[in-house]
């Protein structure tokens, strides 16, 4: 069911025990929705929440909380293997209709900082 000009922000918050000293961006992506069903297929970002932490030197943390429409977890796998990132652990889960994505990845050559990491990412999701 395709609604107009629906804007849904989710926001969970996520207790990290890893690593304590490094930092976290994290960015919210809102669209309203097609206005039609037709165009359905071709809504790219309902909602999206995407956390990049850095950890080390060499590896990076993702986590993506999204609705559960459009396969966020094959869009995401698509993108992260177009930006070369290899990814070392994954874990989808989908509660009330929320996708959550937590991905542990060796960082591609060129994505050195938390902020150009995110920006490619959403540039590609975007796609």
């Keep these: 069911m395709v609604r ?5 922000i989710v926001k969970v918050d996520v207790i990290d025990a ?8 994290s960015e919210e992506v809102a669209a309203a929705r097609p206005s039609n069903s037709s165009s359905a297929a071709t809504a790219r970002i309902s909602d999206l929440q995407l956390d990049v932490k850095v950890m ?7 986590r993506v909380q999204s609705e559960n429409v459009n396969y966020p977890g094959a869009r ?6 177009d930006l070369e990132f290899q990814v070392h652990h994954a874990s989808m889960s989908c509660v009330n209709g929320l996708m959550l994505q937590d ?6 050559y ?3 900082t938390e ?13």
């Design 4 to 8: 107009s000009g629906t804007i849904k």
């Design 110 to 112: 060129g994505l050195t």
């Design 103 to 108: 991905i542990v990845a060796k960082i591609p």
């Design 18 to 25: 890893m690593d304590n000293q490094s930092t976290t961006t």
């Design 115 to 127: 902020e150009a990491i995110k920006s490619a990412l959403l540039w590609k999701l975007q796609q």
């Design 76 to 81: 995401l796998m698509s993108a992260l293997r």
């Design 56 to 62: 080390g030197n060499n590896d990076v943390m993702i």
